[in-house]
């Protein structure tokens, strides 16, 4: 069985950092692709980073690029999203995407297996 989780969403001020951390257990290998997606309230999910399998080939929503840096750790099975200058529009929850299964990695129907998120806050 295949269990993503993610963890590290906190309050924070604007300008401030946080880096939010995501287990991917269950799947074989390091060849899958991982994602981050966020959601705002009565919103779609959106994707904001991508990072292909085998650590290669990352890539960021216009919103995030420059901000947030996704990496991964195929050791550790981890994925994390560092973001930096954090803004009130970065108020989110924020999901973990694994194992890409369709064309477009910022649609959430492209993705197999998902977390159940992590709240970021941003106070001006």
């Known amino acids: 069985e295949v269990q993503v989780v993610e963890s590290g969403g906190d309050l924070v001020q604007v300008g401030g950092s946080l880096r939010l951390s995501c287990s991917a257990s269950?799947?074989?290998?390091?060849?899958?692709?991982m994602a981050w997606f966020r959601q705002y309230s009565g919103k779609d999910r959106e994707g904001i980073a991508y990072?292909?399998?085998?650590?290669?080939?990352?890539e960021y929503a216009n919103a995030v690029r420059g901000r947030f840096t996704i990496s991964r750790d195929n050791a550790k099975k981890m994925v994390y999203l560092q973001m930096n200058d954090l803004k009130p529009e970065d108020t989110a929850m924020y999901y973990c995407?694994?194992?890409?299964?369709?064309?477009?990695?910022?649609?959430?129907?492209?993705?197999?297996?998902w977390g159940q998120g992590t709240q970021v806050t941003v106070s001006s």
């Open positions: 995407a694994a194992h890409l299964i369709g064309s477009r990695w910022h649609s959430p129907g492209s993705w197999n297996h």
């Open positions: 269950g799947l074989t290998g390091d060849g899958y692709s």
């Open positions: 990072i292909g399998g085998y650590g290669g080939g990352a």
